[in-house]
């Protein structure tokens, strides 16, 4: 079971801006970075956010993470076709001295 | 560039192991930690465990201690994950993912991931 919650779908219409949010604890966000990976059907995920809010090369800035406490979010702005997709937050959790992911969230593109 | 290259789909019996290998090109593959993530049908993601390639040490899921055990062989630059005593709800995508950075935990998740292996398993 996850420790870190996301809602389950999220929707949009193109342009329009989604944000997704993940709740988690003292233990896990509270205190280390949050990842957000994107991951289309049938494939590997991709990382979009690594430390909070930075973005690796070739992620576009269309796509933004914050944190506060012990949650965080994901951003997409001017929302197109090619972002539907599954998404998932993930950080370090102290307690369980491990790796743990969200729940996950699909976002559909009205 | 960074590549991730894993073995095969897998058919097991309930009971049985399986081990998954994952050869890694395009750095140096001492250098960062590897992750094991599987993804079963229509569910999420969850993290198995992680090993540093140069040390050999490991860390396991509590959900997957004793069951799991993760090596590799530094002259072929190749992960590998075993998970002994399968049972059916075992059968998913179990994915290598090469950690961005060098650092601690805090910068192990994954960042260059393998295409997956399907390991199924049935009676």
């Known amino acids: ?110 | 560039q960074v590549q991730l290259v894993q073995s095969g789909a897998e058919v097991k019996k309930p009971g049985a192991s399986v081990k998954v290998s994952c050869k890694a090109s395009g750095y140096t593959f001492t250098s960062y930690d590897i992750n094991w993530v599987r993804q079963a049908t229509g569910q999420g993601l969850e993290w198995m465990g992680w090993m540093n390639p140069n040390s050999g040490n490991t860390g396991y899921a509590q959900k997957f201690q004793g069951r799991v055990t993760m090596t590799r062989n530094t002259s072929i630059s190749t992960a590998y994950m075993e998970l002994s005593s399968l049972r059916s709800e075992d059968t998913a995508v179990y994915y290598c993912a090469r950690a961005r950075v060098k650092g601690g935990f805090g910068e192990l998740a994954p960042y260059y991931w393998g295409q997956g292996t399907l390991v199924t398993v049935s009676s």
Do not use: H, M
């Open chain 1, 1 to 110: 079971q996850s420790v870190l919650t996301q809602p389950p779908s999220a929707s949009g219409t193109p342009g329009q801006r989604v944000t997704i949010s993940c709740s988690g604890s003292s233990s896990n966000i509270g205190s280390n970075y949050v990842y957000w990976y994107q991951q289309l059907p049938g494939t590997a995920p991709k990382l979009l956010i690594y430390r909070n809010n930075q973005r690796p090369s070739g992620v576009p800035d269309r796509f933004s993470g914050s944190k506060s406490g012990t949650s965080a979010s994901l951003a997409i702005s001017g929302l197109r076709s090619e972002d539907e997709a599954d998404y998932y937050c993930a950080a370090w959790d102290d307690s369980l001295s491990g790796q743990v992911f969200g729940t996950g969230t699909k976002v559909t593109v009205l």
